[in-house]
Nanobody, 122 residues
Framework: QLLESGGGKVQAGDSLRLSCVAT????????MGWFRQVPGLEREFVAA????????YYSDDAKGRFTISRDNGQDTLYLQMDNLKPEDTALYYC?????????????????WGRGTQVTVSA
């Protein structure tokens, strides 16, 4: 089970840190990712971190502004989001794979949280 928190309403240029607590699985070896979705559009890859070697991957939009990290001792995934823009407004989902290897496509993730809303005003 995955439970996200940390979303909220902020202004452009502000920062937020999303958290995702995992229970009931082998978090330490699982590839984990963050996705986001706007109503009417497909779920979009944001960032992922490997369960094998900790390698991190970002969408072009997230590079340089967002940082994904994991605390295997606390079974928690984070997404630090800086310099937020109005176009970052979305429902942000935490996702996990049974595999240790990351993937940017939502269909390859096995576990999903319910999401946390991020709203950025201009």
């Amino acid at each position: 089970q995955l439970l996200e928190s940390g979303g909220g309403k902020v202004q452009a240029g502000d920062s937020l840190r999303l958290s995702c607590v995992a229970t009931g699985g082998s978090f330490w070896s699982s590839a984990m990712g963050w996705f986001r979705q706007v109503p009417g559009l497909e779920r979009e890859f944001v960032a992922a971190v490997s369960g094998a070697d900790g390698s991190k991957y970002y969408s072009d939009d997230a590079k340089g502004r967002f940082t994904i990290s994991r605390d295997n001792g606390q079974d928690t995934l984070y997404l630090q989001m800086d310099n937020l823009k109005p176009e970052d407004t979305a429902l942000y989902y935490c996702a996990g794979r049974t595999s240790s290897y990351t993937n940017q496509y939502a269909q390859y993730y096995d576990y999903w949280g319910r999401g946390t809303q991020v709203t950025v005003s201009a």
